[in-house]
């Protein structure tokens, strides 16, 4: 009886935690599709705030401060 008993109780410990990754739902299709209320986009807007925004001098490198540039006689060997 103690051994039923042990095993009810294992059972019951491992079964927690896979109801709790659920989140309590049981059918995730019963809702209707979502309609997406946000904010409406105004292209016209978009396009004459991208051509404020200034070309680069220079581009971008991320990595470049990362390893220091190769010497430029290292280059010519």
């Known amino acids: ?22 989140g309590g739902k049981r059918s995730q299709g019963s809702e209707g599709p979502k309609t997406q209320e946000g904010p409406k986009v105004d292209e016209k807007a978009y396009k004459a705030a991208m051509e404020r925004i200034p070309e680069p001098k220079q581009k971008y490198d991320p990595w470049g401060g990362v390893a220091p540039a190769p010497a430029a006689s290292a280059k010519k060997k």
């Open 1 to 22: 009886m103690r051994t039923v008993l042990v095993a009810t109780m294992a059972l019951a410990f491992l079964a927690a935690p896979a109801s709790a990754q659920m």
